[in-house]
C-alpha cells in the first residue's frame, strides 16, 4: 500500500516533531521495511534535544554498538541550557505572576512594556527569556510546558517575528500535547495572522508579507492543521470551511494538490450532517468534483477517482472498484483511519443516491453489489435510505413502489420539460455572458491614458507597466480559482 502513502510529500510541511506520529504510524502498520524507518526517525531526531530517546534509535539502528561519546555531552549541554533559560525565565514569571501585576496589565503592551520596566525593570530582553526556554522545551519534546511559556510570551511580547514564531510553536504544542480544543483555538489564531498577510521582518505598519511568503506559509498551515481537523469534534465542517475558501484552494492548486485527498474524505464524511451546514459545506461536494476534475493531471488517488467515477463518469462498477481501494488506502493512512467506517458508510450513499438519479427501475441485488454490500444488507440499507429525510431518495418515497418478487424498486419522477431546462441554461448563461462584459470593460478603464506634453513621468509609465505585469501574473491563478468556484 506504500503506493498511496502521502508521508514523503507531507513531512517537507512539518515540523520535524509533527514527523514522529507519522513515522511510528508507518511503523506499526509496516508500510515500509522497518529498518527504514527506524533509520528516518534517528536522523529526524538527531537534530533534537530527545537525547534518550535518540539513544534508543541509536541501539535499533546500530545494534551491539557503543553509543558515541558526544551522547553524554550533548546530555550534559541540553540540562545545563536548560537550568540557564529557566532561571532567565523564572525571574520574568515570578514578576507576571504576582497578583498585583496581574491586575495593573491592560490591553495596551507598550504600556505593559513600560509599567514592568518602571516597576520591575523587567526588560524586553527578559521576556525574550520566556520564548527561548518556552522553545528550548519545545526541542526535548516537552510539549505542555513550552505552550504553556509560549502563552505567556505572547500575552507581553510586541515582536512581530518572534510572536508568529510562538504561534506557531504553541499551535505545534497542543496539537502534540493532544489538546484539540485548544489546538483549533491556535490554528484559528494562525490562520488569520496569515491571512492579514503583515509582513513579520518590518516594524514598519502596513508592509505587506511577500506573496510567495504568504503561499508558504498557507501550504504549511494547511498540513498542519490535518491534525486538528481529523481529530477534532468540529473538525471536518472546520476543514471545508476553510480549504475551499479561494486563497486556500488556490494554495491547494498552487503548491499541494494531494491535500485534495483530504479534501475529498471530508466532503465525503460531512455529506450526512450537512443540514444545518453553511452554504460551503452543504455544496462541498460539488466543489471538490469540479476541483477533481481540473487537478486530475497532477493528483489522483482512489478517493477522488471513487468521486469522479460516480458524478463525472457515472461508471458504478469502476466506483466498486475504487472503492475497495479506497478503503485500503484508508486503513494505512494516518490520519483517516479513524474514520473508516463513516467514510463507508457516507460512499454508500453518495453510490445510491447518484444510481436512483439515473434509473427508474432500481434493482436491488444490482444495487446491493455495487455497494459492496450482501442482498440481504441491501435491501435493509436502502429502505433506510428511503425513510431518511436527509437522503435525495426520501423525496422519491411518495411516489417509489417496491416490488419484492422482481426484487425491484420503481419509481415515476415527473422529469423536467426539456424547454424549461433550456430557459435555465439560458439564463444562466446570460448572466455570465453579463458578468465577463462587466469585467472587460473594467480592465479596458483601467489602463493610463496616454502622457500629454511629452511627460513620459515615471508614474504614468511605471504605473502602466506595473499593471500589465501584475495581470500577467496574477492570471493562471486568478483563472484556476473561477473553475474551482464556477
Known amino acids: 500500500m506504500a503506493e498511496y502513502d502521502l508521508t514523503t510529500k507531507l513531512i517537507p510541511y512539518l515540523d520535524r516533531h509533527l514527523a514522529f506520529p507519522l513515522l511510528s504510524f508507518l511503523h506499526e502498520n509496516e508500510i515500509?521495511?522497518?529498518?527504514?524507518?527506524?533509520?528516518?526517525?534517528?536522523?529526524?531526531?538527531?537534530?533534537?534535544?530527545?537525547?534518550d530517546y535518540y539513544a534508543?534509535?541509536?541501539?535499533?539502528?546500530?545494534?551491539?554498538?557503543?553509543?558515541?561519546?558526544?551522547?553524554?555531552?550533548?546530555?550534559?549541554?541540553?540540562?545545563?541550557?536548560?537550568?540557564?533559560l529557566e532561571g532567565e525565565a523564572q525571574a520574568v514569571l515570578a514578576v507576571i505572576e504576582n497578583p498585583d501585576v496581574v491586575q495593573a496589565l491592560r490591553q495596551d503592551k507598550l504600556q505593559n512594556l513600560t509599567y514592568l520596566?518602571?516597576?520591575?525593570?523587567v526588560t524586553v530582553d527578559q521576556i525574550t527569556a520566556l520564548y527561548n526556554f518556552g522553545q528550548f522545551q519545545y526541542t526535548y519534546g516537552n510539549y505542555t510546558g513550552a505552550a504553556d511559556y509560549l502563552y505567556h510570551f505572547r500575552i507581553l511580547s510586541t515582536s512581530n517575528a518572534l510572536l508568529l514564531s510562538s504561534q506557531w510553536g504553541k499551535t505545534a504544542s497542543d496539537i502534540l500535547s493532544g489538546k484539540w480544543d485548544t489546538a483549533l483555538e491556535e490554528l484559528n489564531k494562525l490562520k488569520e495572522i496569515i491571512d492579514a498577510g503583515v509582513a513579520t521582518t518590518s516594524t514598519t505598519p502596513g508592509v505587506n508579507m511577500p506573496a510567495l511568503t504568504q503561499l508558504q506559509s498557507r501550504t504549511w498551515f494547511?498540513?498542519?492543521?490535518?491534525?486538528?481537523?481529523?481529530?477534532?469534534?468540529?473538525?471536518?465542517?472546520?476543514?471545508?470551511?476553510?480549504?475551499?475558501?479561494?486563497?486556500?484552494?488556490?494554495?491547494?492548486?498552487?503548491?499541494c494538490p494531494w491535500l485534495l485527498r483530504y479534501l475529498a474524505a471530508a466532503a465525503?464524511?460531512?455529506?450526512?450532517?450537512?443540514?444545518?451546514?453553511?452554504?460551503?459545506?452543504?455544496?462541498?461536494?460539488?466543489t471538490v468534483v469540479k476541483l477533481i476534475q481540473t487537478e486530475a493531471y497532477q493528483y489522483s488517488d482512489p478517493i477522488t477517482d471513487f468521486l469522479r467515477d460516480v458524478y463525472v463518469e457515472f461508471d458504478f462498477d469502476q466506483a466498486q472498484v475504487s472503492?475497495?481501494?479506497a478503503e485500503k488506502l484508508i486503513q494505512n493512512d494516518f490520519f483517516l483511519e479513524g474514520f473508516k467506517e463513516e467514510f463507508l458508510e457516507n460512499a454508500r450513499f453518495v453510490v445510491s443516491e447518484a444510481y436512483c438519479r439515473i434509473h427508474q427501475r432500481i434493482d436491488i441485488a444490482d444495487l446491493s453489489s455495487r455497494l459492496n454490500l450482501s442482498q440481504?444488507?441491501?435491501?435493509?440499507?436502502?429502505?433506510?435510505?428511503?425513510?431518511?429525510?436527509?437522503?435525495?431518495?426520501?423525496?422519491?418515497?411518495?411516489?417509489?413502489k417496491i416490488d419484492l418478487e422482481q426484487n425491484v424498486i420503481s419509481t415515476n419522477k415527473g422529469s423536467l420539460p426539456v424547454y424549461q431546462s433550456v430557459i435555465e441554461k439560458t439564463r444562466g448563461l446570460a448572466f455570465r455572458t453579463q458578468v465577463l462584459g462587466a469585467?472587460?470593460?473594467?480592465?479596458?478603464?483601467?489602463?493610463?491614458?496616454?502622457?500629454?506634453?511629452?511627460?513620459e513621468g515615471q508614474q504614468g509609465g511605471g504605473g502602466h507597466h506595473h499593471h500589465h505585469h501584475h495581470n500577467r501574473r496574477g492570471q493562471p491563478n486568478a483563472n484556476k480559482t473561477v473553475i474551482a468556484e464556477a
Open 439 to 455: 469585467a472587460m470593460a473594467k480592465r479596458g478603464s483601467g489602463l493610463p491614458d496616454q502622457p500629454e506634453n511629452g511627460e
Open 32 to 51: 515500509y521495511p522497518a529498518e527504514e524507518l527506524i533509520q528516518a526517525q534517528y536522523d529526524l531526531a538527531k537534530e533534537t534535544n530527545m537525547v
Open 323 to 325: 472503492l475497495k481501494e
Open 117 to 121: 520596566k518602571d516597576n520591575y525593570n
Open 376 to 400: 440481504k444488507e441491501g435491501e435493509k440499507w436502502i429502505v433506510n435510505l428511503i425513510r431518511d429525510p436527509s437522503s435525495a431518495l426520501f423525496s422519491l418515497s411518495a411516489d417509489a
Open 268 to 286: 465525503i464524511i460531512s455529506r450526512k450532517g450537512t443540514g444545518t451546514a453553511s452554504r460551503t459545506v452543504r455544496t462541498s461536494l460539488q
Open 222 to 255: 494547511m498540513h498542519w492543521s490535518l491534525f486538528v481537523y481529523f481529530n477534532h469534534v468540529e473538525g471536518r465542517t472546520a476543514l471545508l470551511e476553510t480549504f475551499l475558501a479561494p486563497t486556500y484552494l488556490n494554495t491547494i492548486q498552487t503548491s
Open 56 to 84: 534508543g534509535l541509536h541501539e535499533q539502528v546500530y545494534p551491539g554498538k557503543e553509543i558515541p561519546a558526544e551522547f553524554g555531552q550533548k546530555r550534559q549541554q541540553a540540562m545545563e541550557t536548560n537550568e540557564r
